[in-house]
């Protein structure tokens, strides 16, 4: 008798950003979906970036008017989707008249504000600021006394990947983690995928249609796994950033120009921190090797110097991460300026085939609804895309309708006993998911073993119950940025406490 394989409509492999959203958006149209991730979520390059959710001010320079459009329509859904872990974000953009006129910059922004404006109204128009007497000039160089203020937003990357996994768990897809995807095997009908774990298990299902969504791993996959040829490939770019100690401590992120034309932010980080980023090279190790260098660390600190009155310097930095971008390959174009936007390479030869090449974090939705748009069909699936509904919201965002704000002083009013950063951190980090975590304590021992910083035992046991976590680094830095405020003695207990 023939084996029988546990079946699905849509094997997805790969857990960043664009696989977990298109495991969602396949759910959601009740098609059966299995996704593997050969780490964590978000373990590579959807947790390495600027965390920003825009447009792309600086495409515009480029001629990329329908990505910019693309990407400013997406940020509009994803504020209304996400309020707790998404919110609008100003930038100060300080002139400098020899690189880049200000009639340039004014036309730029004017062309933002309108390609931009949809229902995201709390998201202010562009406008001339006199940084003089502004509270964003403080911190600055006096040399800069005028510059431009306009909106885009901040997103916690690596949450943004974990509430898509979670929405698509709730809508019935099954998500494993540290779970690699071996071999595939293609028939006119149906693939076939082995799957092994870390710890060795080996596990044979079928699936009628199969999405590579391995980021910087995608042509190795058909290379390797698929054994596939493909005519796309990919270029890596590597993109560092810093973590320093908070430079200031108004609300507002900056847009540096530098002298060789790229663009390099400093954003309020994690309440009193400062992210510094983000590089542009050319990377060709493995993706999972990439680290920041000395030179790009040096590159950073001098390019927010040229700006900020106080000098930063390599010992000021207290965190950084880095992460490959798998851009659409474009020999002639500077690392800065190759597309941000993806590729859908769709193979109906046989079982279906998709390919995602390229993307950005803030497009992920549209792409999973393009390409379930010709997944579903292909698989007999008549159903419409529904993520972009204005009452379609991720998980823990059932508070939407009143306000992100309304939504904290209830948590401070049902809560009391919670220390206010920490209050702000379950608000902003879980939404509504913040009982889950909290259940029936009625004071801060009831939230059990304390490792180190405001982590308690009861958050732990929900990441491990609900979230995928399995490690320290799971928890620390992708399901928060603790990290940032643990030390080693407190990590230890965390570990001990997992194990």
């Known amino acids: 008798m023939a084996q029988q394989h546990e079946r699905f409509d849509i094997l997805v492999v790969g857990g960043g950003i664009n696989g977990v959203a298109i495991a969602r958006d396949a759910a959601g149209r009740g098609l059966s979906v299995l996704l593997c991730e050969q780490d964590d979520l978000a373990a590579h390059t959807s947790s390495a970036s600027s965390k920003l959710i825009h447009g792309g001010l600086r495409y515009l320079e480029q001629y990329e008017f329908a990505l910019v459009a693309k990407a400013l329509a997406e940020r509009d859904v994803v504020l209304n989707s996400a309020p707790h872990i998404v919110r609008p974000l100003r930038f100060v953009l300080p ?29 202010i128009h562009s406008r001339r600021v006199d940084l003089r007497e502004h509270v964003a000039g403080a911190p600055l160089k006096p040399q800069f006394d005028r510059g431009f203020i306009y909106s885009d937003a901040w997103c916690d990357d690596a ?13 019935g897809a099954q998500v494993l983690t540290r779970t690699r995807c071996t071999r595939v095997r293609r028939t006119a009908a149906a693939w ?47 993109g560092s950033h810093i973590v ?13 120009q530098q002298a060789d034309r790229r663009i390099v932010f400093a954003i309020p980080f ?18 999972e090797s990439v680290r920041i260098d000395a030179g790009e660390i040096d590159y950073l ?6 700006y900020f009155a106080r000098a930063i310097t390599p010992s000021d930095v207290v965190w950084s991460y880095s992460g490959v971008r798998p851009l659409l390959e474009d020999e002639n174009s ?10 859908l390479d769709r193979d109906d030869s046989a079982a279906p085939l998709l390919n995602v090449f390229g993307g950005k974090i803030t497009t992920h939705r549209k792409l999973a609804e393009e390409a379930l748009d010709w997944l579903a069909p292909a698989l007999g699936n008549p159903r419409e895309a529904w993520t972009a509904a204005e009452d379609v919201r991720l998980p823990g965002a059932d508070f939407a309708d009143i306000g992100f704000d309304a939504f904290l002083h209830d948590v401070i009013r049902r809560y009391p006993w919670l220390p206010s950063g920490q209050a702000l951190r379950y608000a902003r980090s879980y939404g509504t998911r913040i009982d889950a975590i909290i259940g029936a304590a009625r004071r801060l021992d009831d939230l059990g073993e304390n490792p180190g910083a405001d982590l308690y035992a009861a958050e732990v046991d929900y990441l491990v119950r609900e ?19 643990i030390d080693a003695r407190a990590r230890k207990r965390l570990e001990a406490y997992l194990a």
């Open 334 to 343: 500077a690392a800065a300026d190759v597309t941000r936007d993806y590729l």
């Open 244 to 256: 320093v100690n908070k430079l200031y401590d108004h609300a507002y992120a900056y847009t540096f």
């Open 301 to 306: 600190c001098a390019a927010a110097s040229r």
């Open 159 to 171: 949450r943004l990947v974990v509430l898509n996994a979670l929405d698509a768990a709730a809508h």
């Open 192 to 238: 076939t995928a082995q799957l092994r774990t870390t710890a060795g298990e080996e596990r044979e299902v079928e699936a009628r249609a199969l999405v590579n969504a391995t980021g910087p791993w995608a042509a190795k996959f058909l290379d390797d796994v698929a054994h596939l040829p493909h005519a796309r490939t990919l270029r890596l770019i590597k």
């Open 270 to 287: 994690e309440r009193d921190y400062t992210l510094i980023g983000t590089t542009d090279t050319e990377f060709s190790d493995s993706p």
């Open 95 to 123: 002139h400098e008249p020899h690189l880049r006129p200000e009639w340039m910059i004014r036309a730029a922004l004017l062309l933002y504000d309108n390609l931009g404006r949809r229902r995201a109204h709390s998201l």
């Open 467 to 485: 979230e995928w976590a399995r490690s320290a680094d799971d928890i620390l830095w992708r399901r928060s940025k603790l990290g940032l405020r």
